[in-house]
Nanobody, 119 residues
Framework: QVQLVESGGGLVQAGGSLRLSCAAS????????MGWYRQAPGKQRELVAV???????NYADSVKGRFTISRDNAKNTVYLQMNRLKPEDIAVYYC?????????????WGQGTQVTVSS
């Protein structure tokens, strides 16, 4: 199984920056992808950014050029650097890890961290 611990959310003024971290631990064969999703009040959870084991990344159009996802494979940790934050970025941000446990692939979720942007 995989446990995820998130940190780094909080309150920031519009135009400011935050960095989210998510550390994975547990018994797994490999981590195949790590990503961040967010869910705003009254909306569905949406993909923000994902980084795969080979280093390729994908971003939601709404965050391209402002957010950067990175990972430290030695620490099994994924980061989301969020710059030029906007009120529309307000949401609970969830870390997601896709890992191989045994011979099967599973998705694991963090507990969520609140990001609030004041205008």
């Amino acid at each position: 199984q995989v446990q995820l611990v998130e940190s780094g959310g909080g309150l920031v003024q519009a135009g400011g920056s935050l960095r989210l971290s998510c550390a994975a631990s547990g018994r797994f064969f490999s981590i195949n992808a790590m990503g961040w999703y967010r869910q705003a009040p009254g909306k569905q959870r949406e993909l923000v950014a994902v980084i795969r084991s080979g280093g390729s990344t994908n971003y939601a159009d709404s965050v391209k050029g402002r957010f950067t996802i990175s990972r430290d494979n030695a620490k099994n940790t994924v980061y989301l650097q969020m710059n030029r934050l906007k009120p529309e970025d307000i949401a609970v941000y969830y870390c997601n890890v896709r890992a191989t446990v045994g011979v099967l692939e599973y998705d694991y979720w963090g507990q969520g961290t609140q990001v609030t942007v004041s205008s």
